[in-house]
């Protein structure tokens, strides 16, 4: 990995080839307007009243990314954190804007895995900025919440608009943790039962591994949220507090879901090498009673096929077929010994 502290170009190091498109939400007290934006030239101003929320998908065009952060005063450390999609998530407030990386799982895709998709959140002034890798209709509830003015939505501040994109994240969030502690849940019922034909062992390790993605998420989130309701920065105004601690408190919230996953992870951990090993003894158990069985047969066949002058089965006209009884009413003999003593 480059030190981009050495280097004055940008990249987007991502896999998704998606065409930049910027959408303006544009709104006030009275009104709500979208519009699609087609170049830099185009990008909105704030009126009296008024507060833009510009949506962002696909950052592919690098040069339209920078010039949207540059139209709005954001410094080219923040460009290169949006441009990264490997960056951690992170809450950063600068003197003039309020930044936030992260990410949220949206539809499955191969073999069941969530889809990452990159999201920043960038607040300054009366603009709300929204980033994504991918074209996804993610906030499309934020936006048919601000046309509708629910909760009269469009009459509170930027902040209050904050809030609410990154509570739709932390949602997501919960929904995920939710989906990873059913399938463990039904991985648990199988291992109980020991009725399991698939390999649960490779289930729980992708299980393991979205819990640890999730984890990664939500904790430097939960870290440096509290960053943003610091009443000695003044950031957020008195009537928008409360909706910041009902967001913590469902952040917190997600964190203990993912906890609980961890639990019901490591205890599902031991239970299958536990029923790995109660698979093994009654593998071995098995086997010993069939060689068992086999081996008082074996002791016979091995006296009669010493071959001396002077046996004197050798010349019985019905030796062989006293051999054989005497094999099979061996075998049955052991058999019964096992079942009355519960072996098999």
């Known amino acids: 990995m480059k030190n981009n502290l050495l280097s004055e170009k940008l990249a987007y190091n991502g896999k998704e080839v998606v065409r930049t498109r910027m959408t303006a939400v544009i709104y006030s007290p009275s009104s709500c307007s979208e519009s699609e934006i087609p170049d830099l030239d185009a990008l909105p101003e704030t009126g009296i009243g008024e507060i833009i929320w510009l949506r962002v ?8 990314i920078e010039g949207i952060c540059r139209h709005y005063g954001i410094d080219f450390l923040t460009v290169q954190d949006i441009m990264n999609i490997h960056h951690k998530s992170k809450v950063e ?16 895709c191969q073999e069941g895995e969530a889809c990452k998709e990159r999201i920043r959140l960038l607040l300054a002034d009366n603009v709300v900025i929204s980033f994504s890798d991918r074209d996804s209709s993610f906030f499309d509830d934020v936006s048919s919440a601000l046309h509708k003015d629910v909760l009269k939505i469009r009459a509170r501040s930027p902040f209050y608009l904050m809030s609410v994109l990154f509570n739709e994240m932390i949602y997501n969030y919960i929904s995920e943790a939710v989906l990873i502690s059913d399938a463990l849940e039904e991985i648990e019922d199988e291992l109980l039962t020991l009725a399991s034909g698939r390999d649960t062992g490779t289930d729980i390790q992708k299980l393991r591994h979205k819990y640890l993605n999730l984890k990664h998420t939500l904790t430097p989130l939960k870290e440096q949220f509290p960053l943003l309701v610091r009443s000695d920065l003044g950031l957020i105004r008195h009537d928008d507090m409360p909706f910041y601690r009902d967001v913590y408190d469902h952040l917190l919230n997600a964190m203990q879901e993912i906890d609980e996953c961890r639990e019901t992870l490591s205890s599902l951990m031991d239970l299958y090498i536990s029923n790995n090993g109660l698979r093994m ?14 081996i008082p047969m074996t002791f016979l ?3 009669w096929g010493m071959n001396f002058n002077h046996m004197p089965e050798l010349r019985m006209p019905y030796g062989y077929l006293i051999a054989w009884g005497a094999f099979i009413l061996s075998g049955i003999a052991c058999y019964f010994i096992f079942r009355t003593r519960r072996w098999e």
């Open 93 to 108: 407030i600068h003197d003039d804007y309020v930044f936030i990386v992260s990410k949220i799982y949206a539809k499955p």
């Open 281 to 294: 003894n009654d593998i071995m158990r098995k086997l010993t009673i069939v060689s068992t069985i086999f």
């Open 57 to 64: 998908r696909g950052l592919t065009d690098v040069a339209l």
């Open 301 to 303: 066949a091995g006296v």
